[in-house]
């Protein structure tokens, strides 16, 4: 899948998002204060808070092997391993970190986990989700901030801070 995605940010704050799929002809909109919105139709995140009934949306990244050579590699793998010993119930991955945060939003997965995107991949859904009721976190738990090249994001905070619990955590230089 691939989305267009389009973010508003006023004052380094996050206001408004749109993400496209021309594949699907699926818009996503979502506006602080207005909700979240499928194709005109209101969308809610899921309300699951067990990672063990949580299926989610997570690649493996390969594209920080440039920067963490074979090391990212084990890292990835150990974080879906680990997630798969904690009871999740699947993994999927859309091909899009703007699709794949869109799914958390209308509760077809249940969270979604990356590092190393970049600022045009988050901040449009990133308030697709949060007006979806949803949350969007740092993945270590901190508080998201769409230029440190991460993202979690849940359809609950139990959930995403359960998510977060069972990742090994990898910085990057933050986007200027």
């Known amino acids: 899948m691939i989305a267009i995605c389009v973010g508003l940010a006023i004052g380094k704050k996050l206001r408004a998002g749109?993400?496209?799929n021309p594949i699907t002809n699926e818009?996503?909109?979502?506006?602080?204060?207005?909700?979240?919105?499928?194709?005109?139709?209101?969308?809610r995140a899921s309300k699951n808070?067990?990672?063990?009934?949580a299926v989610?949306?997570?690649s493996?990244?390969?594209?920080?092997?440039?920067?963490?050579?074979?090391?990212w590699l084990d890292i990835a793998q150990g974080n879906m391993r680990n997630q798969v010993l904690a009871g999740v119930r699947g993994h999927r991955?859309?091909?899009?970190?703007?699709?794949?945060?869109?799914?958390?939003?209308?509760?077809?997965?249940?969270?979604?986990?990356?590092?190393?995107?970049?600022?045009?991949d988050v901040a449009a859904p990133a308030v697709i989700v949060l007006e979806a009721g949803g949350v969007v976190t740092d993945?270590?738990?901190a508080p998201f901030d769409v230029?440190?090249?991460?993202?979690?994001?849940?359809?609950?905070?139990?959930?995403?801070?359960?998510?977060?619990?069972?990742?090994?955590?990898?910085?990057?230089e933050p986007e200027a």
């Open 139 to 141: 993945p270590t738990g």
């Open 147 to 172: 230029m440190s090249r991460k993202v979690l994001c849940a359809g609950t905070a139990e959930l995403g801070k359960d998510l977060s619990n069972c990742l090994t955590h990898v910085d990057f």
């Open 56 to 58: 989610l949306c997570q």
């Open 27 to 43: 818009l996503y909109l979502g506006q602080v204060g207005k909700g979240a919105f499928k194709n005109g139709f209101p969308i």
């Open 93 to 120: 991955s859309f091909g899009s970190a703007a699709i794949n945060m869109v799914m958390v939003a209308q509760g077809s997965c249940d969270g979604y986990v990356e590092y190393g995107i970049h600022a045009w």
């Open 60 to 71: 493996l990244g390969l594209h920080n092997r440039v920067q963490f050579g074979d090391r």
């Open 49 to 53: 808070q067990l990672l063990s009934k």
């Open 18 to 20: 749109i993400v496209y």
